[in-house]
């Protein structure tokens, strides 16, 4: 005997519970036995003779011996004299795998005090592809104490699907660059959150992403993807968000008799019946001038808009790299056509500046409200609790109630011969 039961499920009320991963930490660094473990992999091109060592500084320029009093790793070009050749160091950490997660937090400590043309790096690769999470140069750099030190967060989902991701820490200094010194703590990589990202996207390319559009409602200026240009009044403690490449739009720059402007960011369409919940990621900076406005808009369909959120005066900043981080969860409005819009517009008045990055929606949780998504029943298992609230209706109607407001969908196969009893709460 075969039987596939389906449930009458319009009125169901039951709770779910929702599945998240601990945190695990995938990698951590801190320095502290003043060496630089076997794990970690260092090459270096050009001069032979660079100066670097984990430990506490011993530069008489350098005030302070490290970040936070204990050992960190310091690469000290002062000391290796002026007209030394150039050179390119690189110090990778051991392999890590973001895979089973949704978030990877990516922290550390940087101090970077810069020298002429000197500069560094903080890379992700996932083993094919390297990409830019940060740069310090003259244009982003600290004074004389070690001390002062800029503190790195990203997120690593946004930028590497590889079981063999690493960090790397690149100090370049050019043929003929007289620098001063960097110096790098308390690294952790942190990895939690179950699901897929639907949409994950950190402009890290500095160009627009395939899939994503723009539109301009008023005026003939659009986004930017990159990072501050030097000499703009936006340019104070940074040049973005957080270190690396994302959308902006400069009102001031455009200058007082600009016309006004009203411009959206749209994300790619995404499939909203996959998953059971949905939740929204993003940073946002907004300098308030008396009339900018930023709204997020959720879109379920052609001409189909509601509204998340609508900024009222000045949302952190008012420079970079100040931001703030918002969430929200989407799972009400699913449907099998989604996309998010950032709209902003300066009112028609001289406006400041607004930037968003890493943008990021997270699918997860069976989705049974669909009869090819039909979840198991197993004979004699305990009761299973579920929710339909926030579930589609695919038909057909449900003669017990008669209402067509939401299902799910059961199936189960008979593993023996006789009677079956199908008991449910609802």
Not at 343 to 363: A, F, L, R, S
Request: with cysteine.
């Amino acid at each position: 005997m075969h039987l596939i039961l389906r449930f009458c499920s319009a009125l169901l009320l039951l709770s779910v519970a929702a599945r998240l991963n601990a945190q695990d930490t995938l990698f951590s660094e801190d320095f502290n036995k003043c060496g630089l473990s076997p794990d970690w992999k260092v090459t270096s091109a050009g001069n032979p003779a660079i100066i670097w060592y984990v430990g506490l500084a011993q530069n008489d320029l350098a005030l302070g011996q490290s970040i936070d009093s204990s050992c960190f790793l310091f690469i000290d070009d002062y000391s290796t004299g002026v007209g030394t050749p150039g050179y390119v160091i690189n110090f990778s950490t051991p392999a890590f795998d973001v895979t089973p997660y949704t978030t990877v937090m990516c922290s550390m400590d940087v101090h970077f005090r810069f020298g002429q043309t000197d500069y560094l790096e903080i890379l992700a690769t996932d083993g094919v592809k390297e990409t830019l999470l940060a740069r310090f140069d003259n244009n982003r750099t600290n004074g004389k104490t070690i001390t002062e030190h800029f503190s790195l967060r990203h997120d690593l989902s946004l930028v590497s699907k590889s079981a063999n991701t690493r960090i790397i820490i690149r100090y370049t200094s050019p043929t003929g660059s007289f620098g001063h010194y960097a110096g790098i703590d308390n690294i952790r990589i942190i990895g939690s959150g179950s699901g897929t990202n639907v949409i994950g996207e950190a402009f890290d390319d500095c160009v627009k992403p395939a899939g994503w559009t723009t539109e301009m409602l008023a005026g003939p200026s659009d986004w930017n993807f990159g990072r501050i240009p030097p000499g703009s009044s936006a340019f104070y403690d940074g040049n973005s968000m957080d270190g690396s490449c994302f959308v902006f739009f400069d009102d001031n720059a455009l200058g007082e008799f600009a016309p006004g402007a009203t411009i959206r960011l749209l994300s790619p369409w995404f499939d909203g019946t996959a998953f059971y919940q949905y939740v929204l990621n993003f940073d946002m900076i907004l300098r308030y001038g008396g009339k900018e406005q930023m709204t997020v808009y959720l879109q379920t369909g052609p001409g189909a808009e509601q509204m998340l959120f609508q900024s009222e005066g000045q949302v952190a900043g008012p420079f970079f790299p100040s931001y703030k981080q918002f969430a929200y969860d989407l799972t009400p409005y699913r449907s099998d056509q989604m996309r998010i819009v950032f709209e902003y517009t300066d009112g028609n008045n001289w406006g400041y500046w607004t930037g968003i990055d890493n943008v990021k929606v997270t699918g997860s949780g069976q989705a049974f409200d669909f009869c090819n998504q039909a979840a198991p029943l197993i004979t004699n298992a305990p009761c299973q609790p579920a929710n339909n609230n926030t579930a589609l209706f695919e038909g057909p109607a449900a003669t017990c109630s008669g209402r067509l407001t939401a299902g799910l969908w059961y199936r189960w196969q008979a593993d023996f011969s006789g009677v079956a009893k199908l008991s449910t709460n609802a």
